[in-house]
């Protein structure tokens, strides 16, 4: 049967190709211990269950409005007011299927043939698929870990053309964990000011900070609410990642053409997981400070020892739940008898001899890295750690 030229193009998302390889080995009996998927190992909070049992038993399982409920939207406006201090109205928020649907709708609203988005790498596997996928073109600008992550903003201004329409950013970072520094911020908002471009923020990872950080959204600088899309969802904060619920804020006439391309695709987002997401917003907000605490006792458990192997250098990640290890020192190398040559080669040797699945940097556009989520318990990463550290000591 035909498929189309844009569907075969596209590639599988190489986090879920990891987990998918980790799950047929366990079923063959393999002990595989998975820290490719980045989903909260924490339980959805109870108040969030519970609301989403009211709503099944007061039978609200209808259609919505294609871009959500007016509740969650209330919801969604009032957490921004309270999370990172930007003011919003109701018509400028747009509920979808979970984040990853939004930025499709905003790449969809947004790419004509031929324009560019400029992304910073590290980037997350899907930005440039979707980017592809409405016939624009991505223009990476890498972003190493000697630097922190931070991005070098003459490279990003000597990347602009007169193709450019955006750039798109995403802090805390997946897959780095990077946060981007105040300065940095405000010079690549400066850069979409002077250039006159939108700015697309994915701040999924937002309440996932360390070190008592607080946030910067690049909507809160002056003129840059109507030039920035921020992107956002409660998958990650409230252990969510398979309600769905994602949302974009934008300018209302932006929005407006969100909803509409929305209404055709899918309609609504799941009504009940609309009104689960009311609650998760409103309600009490101390199991995501519980899961921060964690998050960051783990993190201050495996970046440690991983700075400790020999040839493995790692930045120590500012937010998210993610480390992403330099291990290009062992290219050329021969590992378990396996010639080591690229990131990919690197994961395939782990989950083979070690049974640890990672997922290679060449997938987030940073080749010499592999990703390592430590959303998993203590337990695993400790025995992950010890794996880790034997494989890469085996001649």
């Known amino acids: 049967m035909k498929i189309a030229q844009r569907v075969a193009s596209i590639a599988p998302s190489p986090t879920m190709e990891g987990a998918k390889k980790a799950k047929a080995m366990r079923a063959e009996g393999k002990d595989v211990l998975s820290f490719a998927v980045g989903e909260p190992d924490f339980p959805t909070p109870e108040n969030v269950i519970a609301a989403a049992v009211?709503?099944?038993?007061?039978?609200?399982?209808?259609?919505?409005?294609?871009?959500?409920?007016?509740?969650?939207?209330?919801?969604?406006?009032?957490?921004?007011?309270?999370?990172?201090?930007?003011?919003?109205?109701?018509?400028?928020?747009?509920?979808?299927?979970?984040?990853?649907?939004t930025l499709s709708n905003v790449f969809a609203t947004l790419l004509e043939p031929g324009d560019e988005v400029i992304v910073l790498a590290p980037y997350w596997v899907t930005y440039p698929e979707l980017i592809k996928l409405y016939d624009g073109r991505t223009v990476a600008v890498l972003a190493g870990g000697e630097n922190d992550f931070q991005p070098d903003i003459a490279e990003i201004a000597d990347a602009i053309t007169d193709r450019t329409v955006a750039i798109c950013i995403n802090s805390p970072n997946n897959p780095t964990g990077g946060v981007l520094t105040e300065q940095s911020i405000r010079d690549i908002a400066g850069l979409v000011i002077e250039n006159d471009l939108t700015l697309i923020s994915d701040e999924i990872y937002k309440e996932i900070l360390f070190d008592d950080r607080e946030y910067l959204s690049p909507a809160g600088l002056p003129d840059m609410k109507q030039r920035t899309i921020v992107v956002d969802g409660v998958a990650k904060s409230y252990a969510m990642t398979g309600w769905r619920i994602g949302w974009s804020l934008a300018p209302a006439d932006f929005t407006k053409g969100l909803g509409s391309l929305q209404s055709q695709q899918t309609s609504n987002a799941n009504t009940i997981a609309q009104w689960a997401g009311v609650e998760a917003l409103t309600g009490p907000q101390e199991s995501v400070q519980e899961?921060?605490?964690?998050?960051?006792?783990?993190?201050?458990?495996?970046?440690?020892?991983?700075?400790?192997?020999d040839g493995v250098e790692c930045a120590m990640p500012a937010g998210a739940f993610y480390a992403f290890p330099d291990i290009s020192a062992y290219f050329g190398r021969t590992l378990g008898g396996r010639r080591i040559n690229t990131s990919l080669e690197m994961t395939d040797y782990l989950l083979a001899e070690a049974w640890i699945s990672t997922v290679p940097g060449i997938a987030f556009g940073a080749e010499g890295y592999i990703r390592i989520s430590f959303a998993c318990s203590m337990e695993q990463i400790e025995e992950g750690v010890r794996r880790l550290e034997e494989a890469l000591t085996s001649a």
């Open 54 to 101: 009211t709503a099944l038993e007061e039978q609200k399982t209808k259609y919505t409005n294609a871009s959500g409920i007016d509740e969650l939207k209330a919801a969604i406006v009032a957490a921004t007011r309270r999370t990172i201090g930007v003011e919003y109205d109701a018509s400028e928020v747009c509920i979808s299927n979970g984040a990853k649907h």
């Open 291 to 309: 899961m921060c605490r964690e998050f960051q006792t783990r993190r201050d458990y495996i970046i440690p020892a991983l700075q400790a192997m």
